[in-house]
């Protein structure tokens, strides 16, 4: 792996890790952990609802507190870092991005289903009218051969975008597959690539290096591992990592253990594992998120968790449809 290369890595700890906390966060919560990675030279860190700015309601699950404190709470007590937001057109709206906007966000990433870049030009293109970094964010990557998600990521490069991300929302991708899409984006596209992971099928941290291998610079890690599903690539192994193999991220390690070990493991409900929804998330292609809403149906219907991703992965459900998790689960539970 070649050492000169830089990866600016953001944290998602803060989002992504809302689903895996049922979005309880507090806003002490948030500025503890956002403080601690400022401290550390995290260059990004991401705050929102886990389905992103708007997220919050009864489908996707209600938030603790209103996501726009959050975000205000982290960006009055980074000195360094710039907060970052998700927005899923069709859930958040543009209000909401340019209030979040106002209260100090400075990176928008705007996500869609991989195969529906088409419905972001007009946020791609108001975050950038509001001086944001802008990031699209193809979402369930491994639903789409490399040919396809190329086209996509220049509709997005096209729309104004700084940097497309090839985004792994199930953990289902493997190594040579993320190397394919990671190198047809770097081939295809002027602007910087990016690579989120899921740890679904222990892979996060293989698939990440193998991202940067190709030319990814731009990688997203969750501090603990506390994101959907089995957690995002770890951020503080991850920094570990790239260290030893010579690529500079400006982050403190020591810094960042101190923060995974005090401020976040006491936040998590229980250590984040493999388990074996988890596990069938990243084998059967599901939503990560789809994780606890599975499980609930799970005992409401008395249907194994597992049988229904598994039939969610068959029917290629994607995020924004948590509904079909329920009807599912009744459908299973009729036909026993």
């Known amino acids: 792996m070649e050492s000169h290369r830089d990866v600016l890595i953001t944290e998602v700890a803060l989002r992504d890790g809302s689903h895996a906390i049922r979005h309880q966060f507090t806003v002490d919560q948030v500025v ?39 975000i205000e709470a982290a960006a009055s007590v980074v000195k360094n870092a710039k907060i970052a937001v998700l927005l899923l057109p ?6 909401e991005l340019k209030e979040a906007a106002s209260l100090g966000a400075k990176m928008a990433r705007i996500a869609t289903h991989v195969t529906e870049a088409d419905v972001s030009p007009q946020h791609i293109s108001l975050a950038k009218e509001l001086g944001l970094e802008t990031v699209g964010f193809l979402m369930m990557s491994h639903m789409a051969p490399t040919a396809k998600l190329v086209e996509q990521a220049k ?4 729309y104004g975008a700084d940097t497309v991300y090839v ?22 596209l002027t602007i910087n ?23 990814s610079t731009r990688i997203d890690g969750s501090i603990r591992c506390l994101g959907a599903g089995a957690g995002n690539t770890q951020t503080e192994v991850l920094v570990s990592v790239l260290d030893k193999l010579g690529i ?28 074996k929804d988890s596990l069938v998330l990243g084998y059967a292609g599901v939503y990560s998120s789809f994780l606890l809403h599975a ?9 194994d968790s597992r049988d229904i991703l598994i039939e969610l992965g068959k029917r290629n459900v994607v995020g924004g449809q948590e509904d079909m998790i329920l009807d599912v689960a009744a459908e299973l539970a009729n036909a026993k």
């Open 193 to 215: 690539v990016g690579f989120h992971a899921h740890n679904n099928l222990s892979l996060a941290m293989a698939n990440t290096l193998a991202a940067i291998e190709e030319g």
């Open 167 to 188: 985004v792994d929302s199930a953990g289902a991708l493997l190594p040579y597959q993320v190397k394919e899409r990671i190198r047809g984006l770097k081939d295809a």
């Open 295 to 303: 499980q609930r149906a799970s005992e409401r219907f008395g249907i």
């Open 90 to 95: 069709g859930i958040g709206t543009m209000p």
């Open 155 to 158: 509709l997005m490069e096209s």
């Open 32 to 70: 503890a952990v956002a403080k601690g990675l400022d401290e550390a030279n995290v260059p990004y860190i991401e705050v929102s609802h886990g389905d992103g700015l708007g997220g919050s309601s009864l489908q996707y699950g209600l938030s603790l507190t209103n996501e726009m404190e959050l």
């Open 248 to 275: 500079q991220t400006g982050i403190d390690i020591y810094k960042m253990m101190d923060i995974a070990e005090n401020i976040v493991a006491p936040i998590l409900e229980k250590p984040q594992e493999i388990t």
